[in-house]
C-alpha cells in the first residue's frame, strides 16, 4: 500500500472520529436547551465531515481503503461521543427499586454507598413491596444498578430523567 494512501485513510479515520464525536455531543447540547453550543459545535463537525466526505469521493476509485477508514471513524466516533457526553452529562435521574425479599439489603448497601435512599410503601400483584427511591446523576446510574443487581438480580428498576430539583441528598454532590 502507498503511504499516501495509508496517510488518507488514517486523516479520514480520525477525521470522521472528529465529527461524529461532535455530533453526539451536539445532541446532546441540544436535549439539554443549549442552543448557542450546539450550533458552536454543529458548525466544526459540518465542517470536518465536508472536508473528510470529499476526500472519500476524490479518492473513490484509487483507494477503498478510505471507504473502510471512514465507516470505522463513525463507529469508534459513536462510542467516543456517547462516552464523552455521559462524562459531560449533568442530567439528573430519579430511580425506584422494587425488590420482593432483599429490599432492606439495598437500602443499607446503598446508604453504605454513599446513595441518599428514600422508601415508601406500594402494593404489587403479590401483596405489599418496599419502593426504594434514588436521586442521582445519570452518569452514577451504572453503579446503582450494578449495586442492586448484585443483591437481588430479580428487582424491577425504572429510571426517568428529572427537570428541576430543589433540596435533599443525592449521590456525587457535595454539602454547600
Known amino acids: 500500500m502507498h503511504m499516501h494512501i495509508l496517510l488518507w485513510s488514517l486523516a479520514i479515520f480520525f477525521g470522521r472520529i472528529t465529527d461524529v464525536t461532535l455530533g453526539t455531543i451536539r ?20 465542517t470536518i465531515f465536508v472536508a473528510v466526505i470529499a476526500r472519500v ?5 484509487t483507494n477503498i481503503y478510505g471507504i473502510f477508514a471512514y465507516g470505522a471513524g463513525f ?45 415508601y410503601k406500594g402494593f404489587g400483584k403479590d ?18 444498578n450494578k449495586l442492586v443487581f448484585n443483591i437481588d438480580s430479580e428487582s424491577f428498576i425504572t429510571s426517568h430523567t428529572l427537570e ?13
Not at 469521493?57 to 476509485?61: F, K, N
Not at 459513536?78 to 435521574?93: F, H, M, P, Q, R
Not at 418496599?130 to 452514577?140: E, L, P
Not at 428541576?164 to 454547600?176: E, H, T
Open 57 to 61: 469521493i476524490q479518492d473513490l476509485s
Open 127 to 144: 401483596g405489599d413491596v418496599k419502593i426504594i427511591n434514588v436521586v442521582c446523576r445519570k452518569n452514577n446510574f451504572v453503579k446503582l
Open 75 to 119: 463507529a469508534v466516533g459513536t462510542l467516543v461521543g456517547i462516552t464523552i457526553s455521559d462524562k459531560l452529562s449533568k442530567d439528573l435521574i430519579s430511580v425506584n427499586i422494587i425488590s420482593k425479599f432483599k429490599a432492606n439489603e439495598i437500602e443499607e448497601s446503598l446508604r453504605r454507598e454513599g446513595f441518599g435512599a428514600t422508601w
Open 164 to 176: 428541576n430539583q430543589r433540596g435533599g441528598f443525592m449521590y456525587g454532590f457535595k454539602k454547600k
Open 27 to 46: 445532541i446532546n447540547f441540544i436535549v439539554r436547551r443549549r442552543k448557542f453550543f450546539a450550533a458552536a459545535i454543529g458548525f466544526f463537525e459540518v
